[in-house]
């Protein structure tokens, strides 16, 4: 199976490109759905960063106040390297999960979205990797745009994260998407083609289909080495 990693920076347009694959057919596992979905109430996270953040983020119906949240971390390094930490383990085993529910589907490429690919040490398991760039000032205009946030807010989030330019030189496949929509859906039909190219020997080893394939052969080789016996 193929698993292609996606990321990119807030503002950079990682989540259309993102929406592209999935209108294309190609499953996304969403690390950003998984952490809403971990952080419901009654569950284990959830219980995690309330003891560790107090009652104050949680909203009147005890669902955590995501933008609350968000707002204490972003302005607080040591405290969103605690959230990570805390979040991590719960959000690594819902992803495993979601793509081993795909693998028993047989599909042969997944993509997995993911804003922190590389801190998170994830992108080890994922070939090819995509980032999505978009320069400075377009991330800029895009947060103050979409979050109705000043820029000095949105200057604060991108710092927040690994720089775009670096990510980028760790990157098999750059996306530049600081222009229209337009100019992306033409970048993308080439990040596509690369996509859907034929498997690896290696790759399709790791696929459903591979596996069964394999264990047909050595069943059959079992058969055999018998009646010869």
């Known amino acids: 199976m193929r698993i292609v990693g996606l990321t990119g920076g807030i503002g950079s347009g990682k989540s259309t490109v993102s929406n592209l694959f999935t209108s294309h057919g190609i499953p996304v596992v969403d690390a950003d759905v998984v952490a809403r979905n971990v952080l419901k109430k009654g569950s284990g996270g959830c219980r995690k960063v309330v003891a560790a953040f107090g009652d104050e983020i949680l909203l009147d119906n005890g669902e955590v106040d995501r933008p609350k949240l968000g707002q204490i971390v972003f302005s607080d390094p040591d405290k969103?390297?605690?959230?990570?930490?805390?979040?991590?383990?719960?959000?690594?085993?819902?992803?495993?999960?979601?793509?081993?529910?795909?693998?028993?589907?047989?599909?042969?490429?997944?993509?997995?979205?993911?804003p922190l690919l590389f801190e998170a040490k994830m992108d080890k398991w994922t070939k090819p990797i995509i980032v999505v760039w978009a320069d400075p000032e377009t991330q800029l205009q895009r947060i103050v745009?979409?979050?109705?946030?000043?820029?000095?807010?949105?200057?604060?989030?991108?710092?927040a994260q690994m720089p775009l330019d670096l990510k980028r030189t760790r990157a098999d496949i750059v996306i530049d998407n600081s222009g229209s929509v337009e100019d992306l859906n033409e970048r993308f039909k080439d990040v596509l083609v690369h996509v859907r190219k034929p498997l690896t020997w290696t790759e399709f080893g790791?696929?459903?289909?591979?596996?069964?394939?394999?264990?047909?052969?050595?069943?059959f080789g079992a058969i055999i080495c018998r009646k010869a016996l």
């Open 145 to 159: 745009g979409r979050d109705r946030t000043s820029i000095e807010e949105a200057k604060s989030r991108i710092n």
């Open 206 to 219: 790791l696929s459903r289909d591979g596996a069964i394939v394999a264990f047909v052969s050595v069943l």
């Open 80 to 114: 969103r390297q605690l959230l990570n930490r805390l979040l991590a383990p719960y959000i690594s085993s819902w992803i495993f999960l979601e793509m081993f529910k795909l693998w028993m589907k047989g599909c042969k490429i997944i993509v997995l979205d993911v």
